[in-house]
């Protein structure tokens, strides 16, 4: 097993992203379970895997610096999940609601990834981070893309 000597900003930014794909794959997965729309199901699971997939490597990566990585997600992410379940509720699930809240969820681990890559310097670890920001990107865009498909079938909505 690799071990990382890293300082506690480089782990603390990692924490932070460890954090940030927990809520993000708890919040996919929830939205997934109750979503109706089928192709949101779809994505939604697709996306949680790939959240779970994330934590998994930080996890790793974490423990290999010789620090316990953490198992919980951040107070705004969970103020948020509550939100997409209000309004799902309110909304009846309505597939453009629940992407507007998807691609809000979207942009603060976009924003947490950049943040995080601003600091890094670690070669390695550096490189995993950059994978995963771009697989954070792709997921963003085409949340924003389906979105925007579903305004357009629902211009009412």
Do not use: C
Request: proline share 2%; net charge negative.
């Amino acid at each position: 097993m690799t071990t990382y000597n890293l300082d506690n900003q480089t782990v603390d930014k990692l924490q932070d992203l460890l954090s940030i794909n927990l809520d993000s794959q708890r919040g996919f997965q929830e939205a997934s379970e109750h979503v109706k729309d089928a192709q949101l199901k779809q994505l939604f699971t697709e996306f949680a895997q790939k959240r779970a997939h994330n934590a998994s490597e930080l996890r790793q990566t974490i423990s290999a610096a010789g620090v316990e990585p953490t198992t919980s997600g951040s107070v705004s992410a969970t103020l948020h999940r509550w939100w997409i379940d209000a309004k799902q509720a309110l909304t009846g699930a309505n597939p453009e609601s629940v992407l507007s809240e998807a691609e809000r969820g979207e942009d603060s681990i976009k924003h947490t990834y950049e943040d995080a890559l601003k600091d890094l310097n670690a070669t390695a670890i550096r490189d995993v981070v950059e994978r995963q920001y771009r697989n954070v990107t792709e997921g963003h865009d085409r949340v924003k893309a389906l979105r925007e498909t579903y305004k357009h079938r629902n211009p009412r909505d």
